[in-house]
């Protein structure tokens, strides 16, 4: 994902503003068909939400568009255009942080394909930030998934086993405007959009990592044993993912974020016996975004970025960048725990 400017057609969805999220307000999320809403004679259209969002998603019917930007709004100035990429069953989601309206344009063919999309909008609600005190099966600290507040009455997936031979590198997108005390509230909205609006049944990253350098426990099952992910189309099997809150096609990550990502892979690596600086091979499954066909064997890094394996530029251009300093630190932290 990555900010665009300059589209032919833009459309409208205008909200009234209303209150942030309180720490008594529950997580919510609304769905909007916007071939329900009109076009007016600038060729937009204007959508009330019912409440105040922080993160933005599309599903649509028939194929993906080729495109879909958007843009939000808050207290303060529009955001950047940002072009939201292609995932199983709709978009990959934004973090927008409060906002109260959002602009979107899409195009299939070379036509407007607005009508065909729906627009989800997330509250995560609020709660006090939890502490990374939690460690499972000696991992390095996180905070768990009850830290972080997981309904785990929204989690319809059933943990599929697998073995852990990479760890594969992403980025959440959205903001990097956030502040730590927020986090959780991200990877709260983030499990709401992928296992309720997706319906993927959870969170699709196995691990997160803010901009702190705080690791959060993702995918149920996925620090205490080995579980198929939802991460990486064609590569979920026998792969770990780890994603970074924000976005780093333009910013680089924190070294705090850097440091947190070759723990955790060193670690869950060394569950394995895998060396994290070391190559592997794995067979790509069926996926439409990926760069090898179904079947294929496939050597790669033990650490590797998303983009290795799909048609994305996830972690973006900075966060790929910093992936031989992360096998390398991972290699040193493995040292006297590997033979």
Request: proline share 9%.
């Given at each position: 994902m990555r900010p665009r400017l300059g589209f032919p057609i833009a459309l409208l969805l205008a909200a009234a503003a209303l209150p942030a999220a309180s720490a008594a307000t529950p997580?919510?999320?609304?769905r909007i068909p916007l071939r329900d809403v009109p076009l007016d004679r600038s060729q937009t259209r204007e959508v009330h939400t019912p409440t105040s969002f922080d993160l933005v998603g599309f599903s649509w019917r028939g194929p993906a568009p080729d495109e879909v930007e958007v843009r939000t709004r808050g207290s303060g100035g529009w955001s950047e255009w940002t072009e939201l990429e292609a995932t199983a069953g709709g978009s990959e989601?934004?973090?927008?942080?409060?906002?109260?309206t959002?602009?979107?344009?899409?195009?299939r063919g070379g036509a407007d394909a607005t009508a065909d999309l729906e627009l989800i909008v997330i509250n995560p609600g609020a709660r006090p930030a939890p502490d990374a005190d939690t460690r499972i099966d000696g991992s390095p600290p996180v905070v768990s998934r009850a830290q972080w507040g997981a309904d785990e009455g929204l989690m319809t997936w059933a943990p599929e086993p697998t073995r852990t031979r990479a760890v594969v590198v992403h980025h959440t997108a959205g903001?990097?405007?956030?502040?730590?005390?927020?986090s959780a509230d991200i990877v709260r909205a983030i499990y709401r959009y992928h296992a309720v609006e997706l319906q993927w049944g959870d969170i699709g990253y196995h691990a997160l990592v803010d901009k702190c350098g705080t690791v959060f426990e993702g995918r149920a099952g996925g620090l205490r044993g080995d579980v198929v992910g939802g991460h990486a189309r064609g590569f979920n099997q026998e792969t770990f993912g780890v994603s970074m809150l924000g976005n780093y096609d333009r910013v680089t990550p924190s070294s705090k974020a850097v440091e947190s990502v070759a723990e955790i892979s060193a670690w869950k690596l060394g569950t394995a016996g895998v060396r994290a600086d070391g190559r592997t091979e794995l067979v790509a499954g069926p996926a439409n975004?990926?760069?090898?066909?179904?079947?294929?064997?496939?050597?790669?890094?033990?650490?590797?970025?998303?983009r290795d394996v799909s048609k994305t530029i996830c972690p973006g251009q900075r966060g790929y960048e910093k992936l031989g300093l992360i096998r390398a630190r991972a290699a040193v932290l493995q040292r006297h725990a590997l033979p």
């Open positions: 997580e919510s999320s609304t989601p934004l973090w927008t942080g409060p906002a109260d959002a602009q979107v344009r899409a195009t903001t990097n405007d956030y502040d730590c005390a927020q975004n990926s760069h090898h066909p179904a079947g294929a064997v496939v050597a790669l890094p033990t650490i590797f970025g998303h």
